[in-house]
Each structure stands twice: as C-alpha cells, then as structure tokens.
C-alpha cells in the first residue's frame, strides 16, 4: 500500500518562506516522478511542480523562481521550498505520484499568506 504523509505549512506573512514536506511509503520514491499540487478557496485544483525519477524539475509559470521542488531518495522524501510567498499562493497543497497504475494523493497541508 502506497502513503504519502505531508507535514509543513501553516500561516505565513507575505514575502516568508514555507518549506512542505511529503514523506512516501509503500514505493521506491527514485523510480517515480513526483508532483506538488494546490487548490485555493474556490478554485479548481492546480499543478504546482513536479520532479522527475531523473530529477528533472518543472513547475507552474506563477511560481516560477519563487518555489524549487526537490527530492531526497535515502529518506523518500519530496520537498516543496516556498519563498517569497503571496497571498495567493494561499490554498491547500497536495503531493501526488502515480504508481502501480493509480494516482496517490497525500491528505493536503494548508497554507495561508496574509499579513
């Protein structure tokens, strides 16, 4: 069975940093692409980043420069470093992997941008 376990987020002030955390069991986490997405209050669920088993990354044009996605496959962790945040970065953040034939979804870890 395949878990993915999130942790980081919270509250933050415009221009902070957050760094989430999505812990994977279940899977070998260096032969599979990861992903990050959110969805904000209202809006439909969207990609924010992926790295691939390659550890090739891409993400959204909105958080460009501002988050980097990385990986650590000794702790099959994935990360989610977030700078200079906005408030409308503000939303729920999802990691997903798709594995043995299906889509994995972490339970989702709130973040809130406001002064």
């Known amino acids: 069975q395949v878990h993915l376990v999130q942790s980081g987020g919270g509250l933050v002030q415009p221009g902070g940093s957050l760094r989430l955390s999505c812990a994977a069991a279940g899977i070998n986490l260096k032969l599979y692409t990861m992903n990050w997405y959110r969805q904000a209050p209202g809006k439909a669920r969207e990609w924010v980043a992926s790295?691939?088993?390659?550890?090739?990354?891409n993400n959204v044009d909105s958080v460009k420069e501002r988050f980097t996605i990385s990986r650590d496959n000794v702790r099959s962790r994935v990360y989610l470093q977030m700078n200079s945040l906005e408030p409308e970065d503000t939303a729920v953040y999802y990691c997903t992997t798709r594995a043995y034939g299906r889509e994995f979804w972490g339970q989702g870890t709130q973040v809130t941008v406001s002064s």
């Open positions: 790295i691939t088993d390659s550890g090739s990354t």
